[in-house]
């Protein structure tokens, strides 16, 4: 008996001292800094600045903004702004206060905070609207915002898998934010210890499928503590920003909405429907569901044509007014 408790003690101690080291490494690779960041650093107040990436030709297109979703910075978009710009269309994303390269913003980064960083953005940008909105996952709820705000600078919209405000009266989805809440802390807490370090060149780094610049950048933001805690604090705000955006008006009928899903219908109706409305209630709207597609790889290399089009279709559906 005395050799086994010897033995289970070696091995708790083995353990314990594996998982010290890994942390440990963890931590010196946290302290190794950030790859240089693409973009530029953009004053949006006194005092105050955000990444921002703009890529393609200026032409008289419409410039498309790309929005992030929940623990997602510019780099998100990597792949799909490498579509856009082979395309020819001029797209910008960018990283939110807290976020990526972005300095931390004041508190609580609720729906409200976040678009009005977004609304100082776009006009220090200096980029010419009206604009094709693009936002995937929670940032659905950003272009609602946004968008009853700011009418007369929608010239379409393309929900990308996205959240909307109404979703959150669900019971099933009430369910979900709650539990993914309480997961973003935990992985904040990791993150802020080095625990997810290790982990930057697996495929948990890289989710998206990206192009190597942007990879890089996603790698480094998804073991920084920084980033996930400010991503863990939007979370646990979404009901607040659910009905925050839920208070501005629905997407005018007349802006041309694409709709772009990830995964089979079959199983979810429910669930697309939800995603689907905002296209079903526009007078030029359009319903794309990748099945072979996951929620995050819906937005790389792979699956970034759907979006591409889902921006042509919108954009020329604003030119027929």
């Given at each position: ?6 033995l289970?003690?070696r ?15 963890g ?12 973009g ?55 990283d ?21 960083d ?10 010419p ?33 996205a ?9 099933q ?129 792979r ?19």
């Open positions: 008996m005395n050799v086994m408790i010897q289970l003690g091995g708790v101690a083995g353990l314990a001292l594996l998982l010290v080291s890994y942390i440990a490494v931590g010196l690779m946290s302290a190794a800094g950030a790859p240089k960041p693409r530029q650093m953009v004053e949006i107040e006194p005092g105050r600045t955000l990444r921002l990436v703009c890529e393609g030709p200026k032409s008289d297109r419409p410039i498309v903004w790309l929005e992030a979703g929940a623990f997602g910075l510019a780099a998100d978009w990597g792949g799909t702004q490498e579509a856009l710009t082979a395309a020819g269309w001029r797209s910008c994303a960018y939110r206060a807290g976020m990526g390269y972005s300095p931390k913003g004041p508190s609580p980064r609720d729906g409200i905070a976040i678009v009005t977004f609304e100082k953005l776009v006009a220090a940008s200096g980029e609207g009206p604009y094709i909105l693009v936002g995937h996952s929670m940032a659905g709820l950003r272009l609602r915002e946004y968008a009853g705000r700011n009418p007369d600078k929608v010239a379409g919209i393309v929900l990308v898998d959240a909307t405000p109404e979703a959150a009266q669900n019971p989805m009430r369910g979900f934010i709650k539990t993914f809440a309480s997961a973003s802390k935990w992985a904040a807490r990791g993150a802020s210890i080095g625990l997810y370090k290790p982990l930057v060149h697996t495929r948990l780094g890289d989710k998206i499928d990206l192009p190597p610049a942007a990879k890089a950048e996603k790698g480094w933001a998804f073991a920084n503590g920084r980033h996930n805690r400010t991503a863990a604090e939007e979370v646990a705000l979404w009901p607040e920003a659910s009905a925050q955006a839920a208070a501005q008006p629905p997407f005018d009928p007349k802006w041309p909405v694409a709709v772009v899903t990830a995964g089979p219908v079959a199983g979810r109706e429910l669930r697309k429907e939800m995603q689907a409305a905002p296209a079903r209630k526009s007078e030029h709207g359009l319903v794309d569901h990748v099945e072979a597609a996951t929620h995050t790889l819906l937005i790389g290399r699956f970034a044509d759907h979006i591409v089009r889902a921006v042509a279709f919108v954009a020329d559906a604003s030119k027929k007014g």
